[in-house]
């Protein structure tokens, strides 16, 4: 088990593996021309590591072939990776849920489940509920504990990346100083790897390879809920702060006089743009049952009294994505969440803000958008997370005595 994919040096054969498994799961499929001119390895190479991926299972020779070869030669036959060969697991712990899906090898989900819960209030009973959903979600599949290659866990909080701990005392205070990695392999009963992160990176990496953010490689993504969290990709990568603590977009410093956040600052930015604050400006007038989703639907069918909740708070989270756009130029922002999305009202507001707070040049060449998975971007982000983890894929298929 770990909190993080392994980062030991691999050998030359195991990183050539490496490369032409991540070629394939990028691509879907490839011939083994396109996957010698892919990863630069030559013909013979290509042709003895996929002969060697077959018999283990991990790759597949498809009857279809590629179209026309290289320099009008005979049509490649396509190859891709084996989706019986594993699953992936996602697990999304929010404040008051949790989400759990099941993946084969090409992130086509196979089973999920959603469950409310009061996540911050006991990470006992939010583990137990995660691995009880697994081993539904896994039944549901026909599949077992031993097909999975690897799991992806989102939590609303910072993570330790050397030791998987939850860094704060203060947003989980009941999970501090828990390993969930361990404790939810325990609760399985199976050594499954797991990778721990907080859970707007997962929904960054979901909305980068799926959604919003198709196509950048510096995206800030913000999620809007029952708090407010930002990803942060850079170059590609996933900046995540010395101690895991980047992105608490929501704890920065909106009124030094506002109301007491519960990370015991006083003013932050989820105090005045969260959902549970939002939701009780609007009681009055729609009751207490109403909620974030429905918030949003009243909104977008013209309900002036929701939109301009969400404007307000648009324009609040707005003038910490101005400062944070200063600083980092991201060629995009997206907006996601239970409040957020491609119809959101907080997009004009937080529009609003950018326009009046950022610099010229990064107000032009910055792109505001709303997200495309709503719920389901912290699950394909986790489940890429593993997927893309082509080093344990590899690792997991080759013997000991190669």
């Not at 980062?7 to 691509?27: E, F, G, I, K, M």
Request: aromatic fraction near 2%; hydrophobic fraction near 45%.
């Amino acid at each position: 088990m770990s909190a993080s994919p392994d980062n030991a040096p691999l050998s030359t054969r195991r990183r050539n593996r490496v490369q032409v498994l991540d070629a394939l799961r990028s691509s879907g499929s490839a011939s083994r021309a396109d996957l010698a001119r892919r990863t630069g390895l030559s013909r013979s190479t290509i042709s003895g590591l996929i002969s060697e991926l077959i018999a283990d299972g991990l790759v597949v020779d498809r009857a279809e072939t590629a179209g026309v070869g290289a320099q009008g030669g005979r049509p490649g036959a396509l190859l891709s990776l084996d989706r019986s060969a594993g699953a992936a697991l996602a697990i999304d712990f929010g404040h008051t849920h949790l989400r759990v899906a099941l993946a084969d090898l090409s992130a086509e989900i196979l089973a999920e489940r959603e469950l409310k819960i009061d996540v911050d209030g006991s990470a006992s009973a939010a583990l137990d509920a995660a691995a009880k959903l697994t081993r539904e979600v896994l039944a549901e599949a026909g599949l077992g504990l031993e097909d999975l290659i690897g799991a992806a866990m989102g939590l609303p909080g910072p993570i330790d990346r050397a030791t998987g701990a939850v860094g704060s005392s203060v947003i989980l205070p009941d999970w501090v100083g828990r390993n969930p990695a361990v404790e939810f392999a325990e609760r399985l009963g199976h050594p499954v790897g797991v990778i721990v992160d907080n859970d707007a990176n997962l929904a960054t990496l979901g909305e980068a390879r799926f959604g919003a953010g198709i196509g950048a490689s510096d995206v800030v993504y913000v999620k809007v809920a029952s708090g407010i969290g930002a990803g942060i990709l850079l170059s590609g990568r996933l900046h995540r702060g010395a101690a895991g603590s980047a992105g608490e977009l929501g704890h920065v410093l909106h009124d030094p006089e506002g109301e007491i956040c519960r990370c015991g600052n006083r003013g932050c930015l989820e105090t005045v743009a969260g959902a549970s604050t939002l939701l009780r400006l609007l009681q009055r007038r729609h009751g207490p049952d109403l909620t974030t989703r429905g918030l949003v639907e009243l909104a977008v069918a013209g309900d002036v009294g929701c939109r301009r909740v969400l404007v307000d708070a648009g324009r609040a989270i707005g003038r910490a994505l101005a400062d944070l756009s200063n600083v980092l130029g991201p060629e995009r922002l997206v907006i996601g969440g239970d409040l957020g999305g491609e119809d959101s009202s907080l997009l004009d507001g937080i529009q609003e803000s950018l326009t009046r707070f950022a610099l010229p040049a990064v107000l032009g060449s910055v792109e505001l958008v709303g997200g495309k998975l709503g719920s389901r971007a912290e699950l394909l982000g986790g489940l890429s997370l593993v997927i893309g983890d082509t080093e344990r894929l590899s690792s997991a298929r080759m013997g000991s005595t190669r």
